[in-house]
């Protein structure tokens, strides 16, 4: 196995002592998917291991299952009788350009819109390849970017090392993580078996990382409150990434939406976000401005390509990251072949989501400790460079194909219809991964604790 497990233990403050890692098998790439999703997987669960150390003198042990974690930074739900939405937006992918290859984002109306401005508007993928034919890559990105949309010209490693932004994000840490002087006296409510049993998760997150750190917080029995805009939707992921969670809808633009959430804020324990750099500050909301609404807060925050750079505002998601930083270029040459080879799935949002949950989770410890109150920031980038970092990998055996109904799943009554979900990938003694709430639809709660 790849040691990835080394240097996030040492981002994290954790020990050095492994989990135990089960099963074999991987997902098909030149980099090691498999491990990262089980090392950062193993990651949270010993953070979690370190809490319950703290609060009883007892330490629980960890156990990774490798499979189980690989279909998790997939897909852990199995629907019945129904279908998820599909992912992708029907022009969002990759396209030859005059002089290389470019990944257009066109999943939000929004960004579709974006793109077409700069193009003009398309009926299908072969009128936007016939379109784009004409642009040379770096122009077509920064246009599209202009534009207010997302897109990411196709580079090598080498050239992102000498990119401004690479450079700048190979600088950063893996987790960087701060502690402020406001103090919070609550106590803990949890026990071994609901370790985070009254901990208040707001989470402004979207997509699959943050949602996938908040999700993991719920089945340790944290009460998550999710707040979407009025208008946002992404029902592609949404049954797979609501499992635990209240979903409500504000305007954090007007004034009745800011004093909604800023009430909400003031019971919050962990505020998860994932907008751009500046995007909370722009709303009047930065850290300390956080910090004061809620003393004591731990403020938890991911983006695409970083905390400094030219680039730590431009709008991303983990397909883009992928091309910028030299992991599709890396996997065309690996397969041979004539076109992007991306990772078999978005693992940097996945991986990132982990490591966010585990931040979050060492900040609690530590405030339980002494009462104040922390920050945390990690992005897609610097995950990135942790996985390009472990090096390729040799082909390995494939995973085994899922179990059997009667077997590894779970009946979940999701807002959809029934559905199996995938048994957890982790295992800690005494304390059950469990989520007492189905997936839901987006703002089918009400805004409220």
Not at 13 to 26: M, S, V
Not at 68 to 79: D, V
Not at 161 to 189: C, I, M, Y
Request: glycine letters at 8%; a neutral charge.
């Amino acid at each position: 196995m790849t040691d990835l497990l080394t240097p996030i233990q040492a981002a994290l403050d954790l020990p050095q002592t492994p989990p135990t890692f089960t099963e074999t098998g991987a997902l098909p790439s030149t980099f090691a998917v498999t491990d990262l999703a089980s090392a950062s997987i193993g990651a949270a669960g010993q953070a979690v291991a370190q809490l319950i150390q703290q609060q009883t003198g007892r330490l629980p042990s960890v156990t990774v299952d490798r499979r189980l974690a690989s279909f998790w930074f997939s897909s852990s739900i199995r629907p019945v009788g129904w279908q998820v939405p599909p992912l992708w937006d029907p022009v969002a992918g990759d396209y030859a350009s005059a002089d290389g290859w470019i990944r257009l984002h066109t999943n939000a109306p929004h960004h579709r819109a974006a793109a077409e401005r700069v193009l003009g508007k398309v009926a299908d993928r072969a009128d936007m390849a016939s379109k784009v034919t004409a642009w040379n890559a770096a122009e077509l990105e920064q246009a599209i970017v202009d534009a207010g949309g997302c897109a990411a010209q196709m580079r090598s490693w080498q050239a992102w090392q000498t990119h401004p932004q690479g450079r700048a994000v190979n600088a950063e840490a893996l987790v960087q993580r701060r502690t402020f002087d406001t103090l919070s006296d609550k106590p803990w409510f949890g026990s071994v078996a609901r370790p985070l049993a009254g901990v208040k998760v707001l989470d402004l997150t979207r997509v699959l990382a943050g949602p996938a750190a908040s999700r993991f917080l719920a089945g340790l029995g944290a009460d998550v409150l999710r707040i979407d805009s009025p208008s946002w939707n992404e029902p592609g992921v949404v049954p797979e990434m609501t499992l635990g969670k209240r979903c409500a809808r504000l305007d954090l633009k007007s004034t009745e939406g800011r004093q909604l959430f800023e009430s909400l804020l003031k019971d919050a324990d962990i505020l998860f976000h994932g907008y751009r750099a500046d995007a909370l500050e722009q709303l009047g909301y930065s850290a300390d401005e956080l910090q004061r609404l809620a003393p004591g807060l731990i403020d938890a925050s991911l983006n695409a390509y970083g905390w400094s750079g030219p680039w730590r505002n431009r709008r991303g998601f983990d397909s883009l990251v992928q091309m910028s930083s030299g992991i599709a270029d890396a996997g065309m040459a690996w397969q041979q072949a004539n076109k992007p080879v991306p990772l078999p799935l978005q693992a940097l949002d996945h991986a990132t989501g982990y490591l966010l949950a585990a931040s979050a989770i060492q900040a609690l410890s530590e405030r339980l400790k002494t009462g104040r109150g922390g920050s945390t920031r990690l992005s897609l980038a610097r995950t990135a460079k942790l996985l390009v970092e472990a090096g390729q990998v040799p082909k390995q055996p494939a995973l085994r194909a899922e179990a059997p109904n009667d077997q590894g799943l779970v009946v979940e009554q999701t807002a959809w219809g029934p559905a199996h979900r995938l048994l957890a990938p982790l295992s800690i003694s005494g304390t059950p991964l469990q989520w007492d709430l189905p997936a839901g639809e987006l703002g089918s709660h009400r805004p409220q604790w």
